[in-house]
């Protein structure tokens, strides 16, 4: 079976996922595209013998369009996506799934009174080899009962555009997700920590920060957010349990050995990082949509991340520890 994609926003991320599903997996075709920038959306449907149509609206209601994947900006996210279920089409969103945790809700509970799942939301990290080896290590009790997370993530430099509760909605969402995956645990808490901030960065930012959660189990996870490290993309976890550790491998890279040093590249972007990821989530969203059974991360994780990180910018301001008062998980996403 084809499945038959309708994507709603085309720019850098959109792009790529249409670049993705359409050379790297297999089993999908992108039949209908939107953006905000129509000049735009038409060149990129056109290189990919796909349609360009005025809206979501349009693209969603599509006789020809099976599933929908939605790459616009966050603000836009909840109603193509509320859309989708509302039309019964499997969607699969880039994260944010909303920018506020009410309309994430909105989501969910459209959601169940469809009855069955139809939306993935994209944390990649999911898919990632090295993170889903953790997985399997601290699911098979390798390493005992987890205790202790340490994170970090670690970007070069940002625009100014970037602002310090995007430490959290964006940067540190993808730790948040992870680490409840990986230790398949709630987080109820967050508090932050404020270093002294580095000269790198503009006046209005708090960088770096140091996020401190807690689980409903009773593990602690710290996350170190140094968004201008000027290295590059370095992104670190490892887990710590009662008799062992398990560690996120470092990408492989090749070893150089010149004038009397010896040094691997560090990567700059995430794009390049987490390539791999990105094209085993969309291929296994694509087989989830043939079979008819939705997979991955869904919009009680997009939830539970939108609350986290609520949390985590509230406690940033405020110094306090905040309790994330996420809603107990109903069976639907057992």
Request: negative net charge; charged residues 20%; contains cysteine.
């Amino acid at each position: 079976m084809t499945v038959n994609v309708g994507v709603i926003g085309a720019g850098m991320i959109g792009a790529d996922h249409i670049r993705r599903l359409t050379t790297v997996v297999s089993g999908a075709r992108v039949r209908a595209v939107t953006d905000i920038d129509a000049a735009r959306a038409a060149a990129v449907a056109d290189s990919v013998g796909a349609r360009a149509l005025p809206g979501d609206t349009e693209v969603i209601g599509a006789g020809d369009v099976d599933a929908v994947l939605v790459a616009s900006w966050g603000a836009a996210h909840a109603e193509s996506v509320l859309a989708a279920v509302a039309a019964g089409k499997p969607v699969f969103c880039e994260k944010p799934l909303a920018t506020t945790a009410e309309d994430c809700l909105r989501i969910v509970d459209a959601e169940q009174r469809h009855g069955r799942r139809l939306v993935q939301v994209g944390f990649m990290r999911r898919y990632d080899p090295g993170y889903r080896e953790m997985k399997r290590v601290i699911d098979a009790g390798d390493i005992g009962t987890p205790l202790m997370v340490h994170c970090a993530h670690r970007n070069a430099t940002v625009p100014e555009s970037y602002h310090s509760a995007m430490a959290a909605h964006d940067t540190a969402i993808h730790e948040i997700d992870a680490v409840r995956w990986l230790l398949s645990d709630e987080i109820v808490s967050a508090q932050v920590l404020t270093p002294r901030r580095t000269a790198h960065r503009f006046e209005h930012l708090q960088d770096p920060q140091i996020m401190l959660f807690e689980t409903a189990g009773g593990a602690r996870v710290d996350v170190e957010v140094f968004v201008n490290c000027q290295y590059g993309y370095d992104i670190q976890c490892e887990a710590v349990g009662e008799t062992g550790t398990v560690r996120l491998p470092d990408p492989a890279q090749p070893a150089v050995r010149t004038a009397g040093r010896s040094a691997t590249p560090v990567l700059q972007d995430w794009k390049e990082r987490f390539t791999v990821a990105y094209d085993v989530e969309i291929q296994e969203w694509v087989d989830s949509v043939a079979a008819g059974a939705a997979g991955g991360p869904g919009s009680w994780d997009g939830y539970a991340a939108a609350m986290i990180s609520d949390a985590t910018v509230e406690a940033l301001r405020s110094g306090r520890i905040v309790g994330t008062g996420i809603k107990a998980r109903p069976d639907f996403y057992a």
